[in-house]
């Protein structure tokens, strides 16, 4: 394999930079999936809690 063969399959390779948004979205997404299962979580709590006592 040659320096040339090695550079162009080098230059493929996307930068870093670009999959940062996708990240931030991803963390952003489960922040709010585990908000979701927090008020769930409390919802289920009041109603076994209204229920029983």
């Given amino acids: 394999m040659s320096q ?3 550079t ?4 493929d390779v996307p930068e870093t930079g ?3 948004l996708p990240l931030c979205g991803l963390g952003v997404a489960g ?3 585990l908000g ?3 008020a769930l979580a409390w919802g289920a ?3 076994v ?3 029983l006592f």
Avoid: G, V
């Fill in 4 to 6: 040339i063969d090695t």
């Fill in 8 to 11: 162009e399959k080098l230059s």
């Fill in 18 to 20: 670009s999959s940062l």
């Fill in 31 to 33: 922040i709010a999936m």
């Fill in 36 to 38: 979701w299962i927090c």
């Fill in 45 to 47: 709590w009041r109603l």
């Fill in 49 to 51: 809690d209204w229920l």
